[in-house]
């Protein structure tokens, strides 16, 4: 069976498409395979490869991380004709297989995948069974719990653009916390409307979100605490070497700190060489552990291991949209973040790693619907007045995106019932700069 996922050709694992593949091998006897599909990717030669894989073989598919791909939604359907059984697994698998309420009213809205996938799961692949992989339809639904299933296959791993290739994974994940404990946080905030609808009659709109507001964590999945340290451990004993050392990995959890000093000691008492760990984490983490950073770093450097500071959610430099984004930091938090880390770097410079220039790429979220002259002159000059161009900013920025299914979309589909306003969409996007307006 093939797994599709997004995948930008980037040497790096693809932690849930992985486990997927070797559970369904391991556990269901269903050889499998997981093929990242870049975007230049050509679709007669895909189909072609799908065609010879598939010769005298059940005709079962899976989707995964369709990353509001259309294009994989397109091929998606082209297979389904062609007669393959469709499987849709991954974040937000339920929510894309049912698409966005009222579209009776509204047509324009996401009416979701039902009519090109035949199964969609959503949580962890543990609870499937073989029967379900030929039979079962509609939405299938396991819960999270803290001894999942977590072995993987490091050599069933592709990418295709016009060819298959194998993917040599130079950099791995590691789940170590399921979900995010700040997708916890509910809070109402009171939103503009986007500057596009400035001079029309259209008013500020209170929306409740879970964690931050964008999101596609917070509401698919919320948080179901840490995975068991055995569980970690295994992980890692159990990722690919080069020169000696597990090569680096990617440790999933927002709030990683309190995890790493056990880890660096745990991984030393069972015999296994680290290179590097990377971490994705929020700003609070850093500025509620700073002394503890200190030690763990003291570890690392004793251990010879570096610790990089792969992505930190910055993700804005005005403390308005900080606010509207539900984030809860200010720019004053970010300040006292970067200062923590620069002062770090001078002590540990071999083993910490934050910069631009060291591979880093923290979060800067811009363009938004709320982006004015006035909020855009702010923040230039706190970004030069504090120097992050020269260490934290990214080269690019990301586009603000609101996936149908997060709380902003329930703030668009709130704008769009009371004032007549239609917004594009694209796939499972909702174009918040691409209003529709009735003279
Ligand atoms: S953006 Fe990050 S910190 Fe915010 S809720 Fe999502 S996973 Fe948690």
Request: charged share 25%; glycine share 8%; aromatic share 8%.
């Amino acid at each position: 069976m093939i797994l599709f996922t997004h995948h930008t050709g980037e040497p790096h694992g693809i932690l849930g498409a992985q486990v997927a593949a070797t559970f369904l091998e391991r556990r269901l006897s269903a050889p499998s395979i997981v093929v990242g599909i870049e975007r230049d990717f050509s679709k007669e030669q895909l189909l072609r490869f799908v065609d010879t894989h598939y010769a005298g073989e059940a005709k079962r598919i899976a989707f995964t991380h369709l990353c509001g791909r259309k294009d994989l939604m397109d091929l998606a359907r082209e297979l389904k004709k062609g007669g393959f059984r469709t499987v849709l697994g991954g974040p937000q698998a339920r929510e894309d297989y049912e698409g966005e309420p009222g579209t009776d009213a509204q047509p324009h809205r996401f009416k979701g995948l039902k009519s090109i996938i035949d199964m969609a799961f959503q949580g962890p692949v543990d609870g499937l069974r073989s029967e379900d992989l030929d039979t079962r339809t509609g939405v299938c639904e396991f819960s999270w719990k803290k001894n999942l299933f977590l072995e993987m296959d490091w050599s069933n791993v592709y990418t295709f653009s016009d060819t298959l290739k194998k993917l040599e994974i130079r950099l791995g994940q590691v789940l170590n916390a399921i979900g995010c404990p700040y997708a916890g946080k509910l809070q109402t905030v009171t939103l503009p409307p986007p500057v596009s609808l400035r001079g029309r009659r259209v008013g500020e709109m209170e929306v409740r979100s879970e964690g931050c507001i964008f999101c596609d964590v917070s509401r698919d999945k919320g948080y179901h605490g840490l995975v068991e340290r055995d569980g970690v451990i295994a992980q890692i004993a159990g990722l690919p070497e080069m020169d000696g050392m597990k090569i680096p990995f990617e440790l999933i959890d927002e709030y990683p700190i309190r995890s790493l000093g056990q880890l660096l000691q745990e991984t030393e008492k069972n015999g296994i060489k680290l290179s590097q760990m990377n971490l994705v984490c929020r700003v609070d983490d850093i500025n509620e552990h700073a002394s503890v950073l200190t030690e763990v770093l003291s570890l690392a450097q004793k251990h010879n291991v570096k610790i990089m500071f792969a992505s930190i959610g910055f993700e804005s430099f005005s403390d308005r949209l900080l606010h509207y984004f539900c984030k809860g930091i200010t720019v004053n938090d970010i300040a006292r973040c970067v200062e923590t880390l620069r002062r770090l770097k001078d002590r540990f410079p071999n083993h910490l790693l934050y910069r631009r220039d060291e591979g880093a790429n923290h979060g800067f979220i811009r363009p938004t619907p709320w982006d004015d002259p006035e909020t855009m002159r702010e923040m230039d000059s706190t970004i030069f007045l504090n120097r992050w161009h020269e260490d934290i900013l990214p080269e690019h920025s990301t586009p603000f995106i609101i996936h149908h299914a997060s709380y902003l979309g329930d703030w668009i589909r709130q704008i769009e019932s009371t004032t007549g306003i239609t917004f594009g969409r694209e796939g499972t996007w909702i174009e918040w700069w691409n209003p529709s307006l009735k003279e």
